[in-house]
């Protein structure tokens, strides 16, 4: 079992940032990928990012990219989504998956590969 603790959601205006967070416990052990999804109400869960275990492959939803950036440290167990330039259509409801195992290099666009969820935390783009 793994389990996932979101923080860092909240309020910001539009053109803001904020750094959401996730730490991992239980069967660190295991090599695992991770990637950060978001729902917003009525729309289905989308990918925003995702990161393979060794960090060195990174994947970006098009609507994020040269805006939000993903990193993980294997050390800590956390991977983190640094979010730039915030538009109000980034409002949604922030989920950190965890995918294991996995091979070091790879990282998963599928929101049904992966094992784990966290409980989410709300984001709020004000315009």
């Known amino acids: 079992q793994v389990q996932l603790v979101e923080s860092g959601g909240g309020l910001v205006q539009a053109g803001g940032s904020l750094r959401l967070s996730c730490a991992a416990s239980?069967?660190?052990?295991?090599?695992?990928?991770m990637g950060w999804f978001r729902q917003a109400p009525g729309k289905e869960r989308e990918l925003v990012a995702a990161?393979?275990?060794?960090?060195?492959?990174?994947y970006y939803a098009d609507s994020v990219k040269g805006r939000f950036t993903i990193s993980k440290d294997n050390a800590k167990n956390t991977v983190n989504l640094q979010m730039n330039s915030l538009k109000p259509e980034d409002t949604a409801v922030y989920y950190c998956a965890v995918r294991l195992p996995s091979s070091g290099r790879t990282y998963y666009t599928n929101k049904d590969d992966y094992n784990y969820w966290g409980q989410g935390t709300q984001v709020t783009v004000s315009s």
């Open positions: 990161i393979s275990w060794s960090g060195g492959n990174t």
């Open positions: 239980g069967r660190t052990f295991v090599s695992y990928a």
